[in-house]
């Protein structure tokens, strides 16, 4: 079955670390989005992709990284540059007919 | 800038009772708009989408939308709802179809037995 795969669903790090969320999708879409999203404040854009190789900062980009290397995937690193990054991301990929979404990822830096 | 605004944050009906969720957008022209639903600890699940034509669409577990020009609306409908409705929703506009997607801030739908 096609879908969009996120892992780990959770992921514990200490403060300081970088650490990486995964994301891969075998729907043959060519934009892919990572959101943040934390109580009250609804998805906020990290970065999104909209073809291999290339990639745009969206609203909250500051202490994240991305990389499109390949169309099916559209990994995510949190810096130890990023204040706050408890949160639960949730990438998504796009084609013409709405986003669909990976089941998410949990970070919780301690 | 686009913007997409959901005015209610919470809202609480009865089971059996109808439903209608606040849209609302800031765009010049139309644009693709979207409602998706949000268990706990979930991804979204796509619940219906307006492109063109019709204004009135329908949608997965038996929700609708309908798309007012003249209000930049997109409110969502439910007839009678469901225990298994209560979770988040989320109103999300796209500018055009190579375009981000921008979301509201949800509303929490409370059941009441």
């Known amino acids: 079955d096609g879908g969009i795969t996120q892992s780990p669903k959770y992921l514990f790090r200490k403060e300081g670390q970088n650490v990486t969320l995964s994301c891969e999708q075998n729907?043959?879409?060519?934009?892919m989005y990572w959101y943040r999203q934390d109580p009250g404040q609804g998805l906020r854009l990290i970065y999104y992709?909209?073809?291999?190789?290339?990639?745009q900062k969206g609203d909250i980009a500051e202490g994240y990284s991305v990389s499109r290397e390949k169309k099916e995937s559209f990994p995510l690193t949190v810096t130890s540059a990023q204040k706050n990054p408890t949160a639960f991301y949730l990438c998504?990929?796009?084609?013409?007919?709405?986003?669909?979404f990976g089941q998410g990822t949990r970070l919780t830096v301690v | 800038a686009q913007s997409v605004t959901q005015p209610d944050i919470h809202i609480t009906v009865s089971e059996g009772a109808s439903l209608e969720l606040r849209c609302n957008y800031s765009?010049?022209?139309?644009?693709?708009l979207f409602w998706y639903v949000q268990s706990p600890g979930q991804g979204l699940q796509l619940l219906l989408k307006?492109?063109?034509?019709?204004?009135l669409v329908q949608g997965i577990k038996g929700f609708e939308a309908e798309f007012k020009r003249s209000q930049s609306s997109f409110n969502l409908r439910k007839p009678s709802v469901h225990w298994s409705d209560a979770a988040e929703y989320f109103c999300?506009?796209?500018?055009?179809?190579?375009?981000?997607?921008?979301f509201g801030k949800g509303t929490r739908l409370h059941i009441l037995p």
């Open positions: 998504a990929s796009s084609k013409n007919s709405g986003a669909f």
């Open positions: 999300a506009v796209v500018r055009n179809r190579d375009d981000k997607i921008i």
């Open positions: 729907l043959n879409h060519d934009a």
């Open positions: 992709s909209q073809i291999v190789n290339d990639f």
């Open positions: 307006y492109f063109s034509g019709d204004t």
């Open positions: 765009y010049g022209a139309t644009p693709y």
